[in-house]
């Protein structure tokens, strides 16, 4: 079954998604990711009210096996995350675009938007 | 890409995806490493196990080498029957664990994979040390080993073979023919479940087998089961993994195998032991079920007062019981069961309780 690839979100090559609305930031892991990690048993999230630069470890996903970390897309400040992971990560499996959203964003550099990889540009990668 | 099973080909038709261990490419998983450890605690799981090493000992002083290099008396066990031991250096700590079959006149040892070498050469110069009258041989690339594991297990596995399982008691082991093709049968396993082992020769064998199986176990959904889940499922059982609970040179002892401790004989390794035991003063491998968010890993340091006790060496989230469950050598004398400790996870704590093993007690399935 192929990867679904949103048209409508930005991409980093480190199978992030990055949703911009206005000044804020959506982020996540995509669908691709989800699958090749399998069984997402844990999430560890950062606290609301950090600051982030782009390319640091946002937070760490954990199935059975194994310990992965994902990469801030983009530079800012934590404004909120996604508390329905604490006990059920697993639906960043099930719905990795939507329910499995991990933080929200406020962004400081307008311009790291623009370097995010588009829908087109991600599939060329998977 | 490292040492492949015969099964390879069967694997990748089945969608396994693979993993590198101990110079093998094997199957990590085929569906989910979760589903695959809840169908083996449920109902039947099949496992290609060919990574692991098959070495005979021959001769008429078999047994006699077999004592002298572990910590079991092989003269315990007549033929027909197999025992879990270890095999010790002078300084009392674990070369390798291993199962060791006794089959008419000789002894087959399954020692890990990877560790075929290292054993057969130890076991050759024990033979020329002592002069003993014992042929070892490492016949691991002959056999493939595959293991049908699960409450379901005796029932699917009646379906293709001449031998009355009920009548094969625990540890116990026989010659048998599975689907028309010959090999050793084991009611042995690495999962805490029923189950039994097939060490099949000539080693091409083991795909008629393992397909024959699949097919006999479909009324029941029997799955092919990978390395991933293989592992939980011990840990949960608290059965060691060489490479983890061994690493850095661990004896017996800290190890909690003093259940399997024979000191009525002489053996390489004893008064290194028996000094250990009495003096009391070493780490001892320690269950821990987190309370806390987080799942332990290997090689994560285990606090208690905010001082460091220890260091898991195995560490997973428990399908089962959906907590994080590890196992840590701990210094002697700081905690017992019940007692908190902190695993330091990613420069956090998080709480785990002192249990006693297994996690997850026998017959899971019939209360969940």
């Known amino acids: ?126 | 890409m490292g040492i492949t099973s015969p099964l390879h080909d069967l694997h990748e038709k089945l969608g396994a995806t693979f993993t590198e261990f101990a110079g093998f490419t094997m199957p990590v998983q085929f569906s989910s490493i979760k589903d695959e450890h809840l169908c083996v605690r449920n109902g039947v799981g099949i496992f290609d196990v060919s990574h692991m090493s098959n070495v005979w000992i021959s001769g008429k002083d078999a047994a006699a080498l077999l004592s002298k290099t572990t910590i079991e008396d092989a003269s315990r066990f007549g033929s027909g029957k197999s025992q879990y031991t270890a095999l010790t250096r002078e300084d009392g700590t674990v070369i390798d664990d291993t199962i060791f079959m006794h089959l008419d006149d000789k002894y087959m040892i399954i020692p890990n994979a990877g560790m075929a070498g290292p054993v057969t050469d130890w076991l050759k110069k024990q033979v020329e040390a002592f002069g003993f009258d014992a042929q070892v041989e490492n016949v691991s690339r002959d056999y493939a080993i595959i293991a049908v594991q699960g409450p379901l297990s005796q029932k699917i596995l009646q379906k293709v073979t001449d031998v009355d399982l009920s009548k094969i008691g625990f540890f116990a082991c026989t010659h048998a023919t599975i689907a028309g093709k010959k090999c050793i049968l084991s009611h042995t396993g690495y999962t805490g479940e029923l189950g039994f082992e097939l060490q099949v020769n000539p080693a091409e064998n083991a795909k008629v087998i393992f397909e024959e199986l699949m097919k006999v176990g479909k009324e029941v959904n029997i799955k092919p089961i990978g390395l991933g889940a293989r592992d939980t499922l011990r840990l949960e059982k608290c059965f060691l993994l060489a490479g983890n609970e061994f690493e850095g040179g661990r004896t017996p002892l800290e190890a909690n195998l003093s259940w399997a401790m024979h000191w009525d004989h002489d053996f390489i390794g004893k008064e290194a032991l028996l000094k250990q035991k009495e003096n009391g003063d070493y780490q001892r491998l320690t269950c821990l079920q987190c309370t806390g968010r987080g799942i332990p890993r290997h090689g994560m340091k285990v606090e208690h007062s905010g001082k460091e006790i220890g260091v898991v060496s195995s560490g997973s989230m428990s399908p089962c019981l959906k907590t994080g469950i590890a196992m840590a050598y701990l210094d002697p004398g700081v905690v017992s069961l019940g007692d908190t400790v902190d695993i330091m996870i990613r420069g956090k704590s998080s709480e785990a309780e002192v249990v006693k093993p297994p996690f997850v007690k026998k017959d899971w399935a019939k209360t969940h």
Not at chain 1, 74 to 81: D, H, M, R
Not at chain 1, 88 to 94: F, K, Q, R
Not at chain 1, 104 to 110: A, F, V
Request: charged share 35%.
């Open chain 1, 1 to 126: 079954m192929a990867d679904e690839v949103r048209d409508d979100l930005k991409y980093t090559k480190t199978h992030e998604w990055v949703e911009v609305k206005g000044k804020t930031a959506i982020v996540g892991i995509t669908d691709h990711a989800q699958s090749e990690l399998t069984d997402i048993v844990f999430a560890e999230l950062p606290e609301a009210g950090k600051e982030i630069t782009k390319g640091d470890e946002l937070c760490v996903v954990e199935s059975v096996k194994s310990v992965s970390e994902i990469y801030a897309p983009i530079s800012g400040t934590i404004k909120k995350v996604n508390e329905d992971l604490e006990d059920t990560p697993e639906i960043i499996n099930e719905n990795p675009y939507d329910d499995g959203w991990l933080v929200e964003i406020e962004i400081s550099n307008k311009e790291e938007v623009n370097a995010l990889l588009d829908a087109d540009a991600y599939k060329k990668l998977l």
